[in-house]
């Protein structure tokens, strides 16, 4: 039972260079997520995907884009990757309603130098 | 828009005492409310939630909330710590916009000692 499924679970980048953070999960869930973690900031949401074929921005989407490939994938792009974008990312899933829980993946450990 | 304040970054506590971490929530509508925890280098699971009806909210490994509305809170409490608990504790509010697009505290990091 696989859950939430991220990749890869580390990456170095340089400054200027891109990169992809792969999501996929297998609950047949409508609704995906993509957030930041920062020490002393909680997590903070980037995108969500509320069902296939839709994106909407959260509290912090500037350099990034995301992209629902299908009910089971959801990807984030970094395409001018910056030192302010050193960070946990975690991925997440729920069905759809307010009072559901969301699933988190184990999240992948990013730095910028 | 929905937050939550979590009062404490750290908290320390001896094993076997109580366990006690705050969360208020500033909301316009009724909330509902959420207690995630983080152990190291692992992703958030679900230790309790607050939707509709009983107020007192049973979870996961012997934590349980109270959702006071009078107070806008809903503190995390377990009766005996155990050297398992130590992580840090996210209390969350779902985004009344639609959807489930929760909203974090800014943690609480749980130390037990000996």
């Known amino acids: 039972n696989a859950g939430v499924t991220q990749t890869p679970k580390f990456q170095v980048l340089k400054t200027g260079q891109s990169m992809t953070l792969q999501c996929a999960q297998d609950m047949n869930h409508n609704s995906m997520y993509w957030y930041r973690q920062d020490p002393g900031m909680g997590l903070r949401l980037i995108y969500y995907s509320a069902s296939e074929g839709t994106t909407d921005k959260g509290e912090v989407p500037n350099g990034y884009n995301v992209s629902r490939l299908n009910k089971r994938e959801f990807s984030l792009r970094l395409e001018s990757a910056a030192p302010s974008q050193t960070s946990v990312y975690f991925c997440?899933?729920?069905?759809?309603?307010?009072?559901?829980?969301?699933?988190f993946g184990q999240g992948t450990r990013l730095t910028v130098v | 828009a929905q937050s939550v304040t979590q009062l404490g970054s750290h908290v320390s506590v001896s094993e076997g005492a109580l366990v006690l971490l705050r969360c208020n929530y500033s909301?316009?509508?009724?909330?509902?409310l959420f207690w995630y925890v983080q152990y190291p280098n692992q992703g958030l699971q679900l230790l309790l939630k607050y939707t509709t009806g009983a107020t007192l909210v049973k979870g996961i490994n012997g934590f349980e909330a109270e959702f006071k509305k009078s107070e806008t809170s809903f503190h995390l409490t377990k009766p005996s710590a155990h050297m398992s608990d130590a992580a840090e504790y996210f209390c969350?509010?779902?985004?009344?916009?639609?959807?489930?697009?929760?909203?974090f505290g800014t943690g609480t990091q749980l130390k037990v000692e000996l």
């Open positions: 997440a899933s729920s069905l759809t309603g307010m009072n559901t829980e969301a699933f």
């Open positions: 909301s316009s509508v009724p909330p509902y």
């Open positions: 969350a509010v779902t985004d009344t916009g639609g959807g489930n697009k929760l909203t």
